[in-house]
């Protein structure tokens, strides 16, 4: 009989999701499926689990680590994040990400290590620590529990809650306007989004030609989230541009996993050869995500648990 998977059961396996995730001879779509597995299993040992593998060499894993914990709203992930933020050693990107995980976290504890890493010397740190204070600063003002809450049908804690706006003119005029802050900017992103039309893709589209890093990186990670059809042209140029900056490349990669049409495939496949290896693992996972669209199995627990199973009979 298969294992049952609802979280009661699966907190069980955690060590052995732990073990995937930790273990550099495993492939690297394995060990993210096992992470995203752990995302679903909201504890402190998942959140233990997911802390060693800080210490692996592959700066994508880490950032997506950041991402899971900043996505699982456990108090108790804020001092790992914290002393990643504080680490130099760090790439930027790991950095940024557990400093976007602090504010989607939100806790007033994170506020004095955000507010000392915003004049960072990493622009993309920096800017991030921003956006965070931003964002934990609009949970304290908040009227309604739900105003930062997973809207439009995406299940994601995002570093802004969408601008109450609906007029898709407007939101993209208020998005591509450099002088507001980055936090609202971002709020416009994510009305755009679930708004969802073509007229909207399209509007997130021009972001992508941003004169910030950060911004274009988030874009590309909106456009993922959409999957739409329409965004093709622009992420594909974006991972294309050589000169383009690496966190953005890798998450327009994964983008272009997301969509997983035929036309991008052989682009992911072009470009799992890349010399950046951020870039270069992050197509290696996005065709795993596109056979996982494709081959329509959601038992990724039930698979990694039974490989482990199998390993120790």
Known sequence: ??????TTNLQAHVPKLGKVLADPAKPLAERFRALFTLRNIVCPESVQAIAAAFEDDSALLKH?????????QDLSAIPLLTSVLEN???????????????????DAESIAVLTRFKD???????????????RIAFKQQAKQADELSPSGGYLSVDPAPPAP??????LRDQYLDTSRSLFQRYRSLFALRNIGNTEAVEAIVEGLNDSSALFRHEAAYVLGQMQHPASVTGLAERLKDVSENYMVRHECAEALGSIASDEVLPLIKEFAKDEAVVVKESCEVALDMAEYEASGDF??????????????E
Do not use: F
Not at 127 to 134: K, N, S
Not at 299 to 312: F, G, K, L, R, T
């Open 1 to 6: 009989m298969p294992e049952d998977t609802n």
């Open 165 to 170: 706006e609906a007029d898709i003119a407007s």
């Open 88 to 106: 130099k050693q760090q790439d930027a990107m790991v950095r940024h990400e557990a400093a976007e995980a602090l504010g989607a976290i939100g």
């Open 299 to 312: 038992q990724y627990a039930n698979a990694i648990v039974a490989n482990e199973d199998q390993d120790h």
């Open 120 to 134: 960072d010397e990493s622009v993309e740190v920096a800017e991030t620590c921003e956006i965070a204070l931003d």
């Open 64 to 72: 997506e680590c950041a991402y899971v914990l900043g996505q699982m």
